[in-house]
């Protein structure tokens, strides 16, 4: 079993940067990808972006040049550095591990919220 944290959210103005981070713990060493969602509300959860081990980050066409994901292996941590912030950014921003079986485990998400 994976256990997953995100933290780093918060309140932010549009136009800010935040950096979110995702911690795991666990059964690490049987995690082959990594990835950020986010879910405003009444919307549905949405990929952000991916990361395989071994591989290149892959980004959503929606916030493509706005984020970036960082993975550290060694530290089994994922970063996400999102910049130009914008009101419609305002969301619970989850992190998942998913296991070369398969299995996905969920962290329980931190809340960004862009507004003046």
């Known amino acids: 079993q994976v256990h997953v944290v995100e933290s780093g959210g918060g309140l932010v103005q549009p136009g800010g940067s935040l950096k979110l981070s995702c911690a795991t713990s666990?059964?690490?060493?049987?995690?082959?990808?990594m990835a950020w969602y986010r879910q405003a509300p009444g919307n549905e959860r949405v990929l952000i972006a991916s990361v395989e081990s071994g591989g290149r980050p892959k980004y959503s066409d929606s916030l493509k040049g706005r984020v970036t994901i960082s993975r550290d292996s060694a530290k089994n941590t994922l970063d996400l550095q999102m910049n130009n912030l914008r009101p419609e950014d305002t969301a619970v921003y989850y992190c998942?591990?998913?296991?070369?079986?398969?299995?996905?485990?969920w962290g329980k998400g931190t809340l960004v919220t862009v507004t003046y």
């Open positions: 666990g059964a690490t060493g049987s995690v082959t990808l």
């Open positions: 998942k591990a998913r296991t070369g079986l398969g299995d996905d485990y």
